[in-house]
């Protein structure tokens, strides 16, 4: 989220969270997909 709130401009990550609206379920599986 924070990289998204970067490119968004948004000076806090509280900022970008307040505009995503998928689900948690979503959310969980787009984590799975990120590579550490």
């Known amino acids: 989220i924070v ?6 401009g948004h ?3 509280v900022t ?3 505009y995503d609206r ?3 379920e979503t959310k969980r599986n787009a984590v ?3 590579e550490f």
């Open 3 to 8: 990289t998204v709130q970067k490119l968004a």
């Open 11 to 13: 000076s806090s990550p």
């Open 16 to 18: 970008t969270a307040r």
């Open 22 to 24: 998928r689900g948690e």
């Open 32 to 34: 799975q997909k990120l």
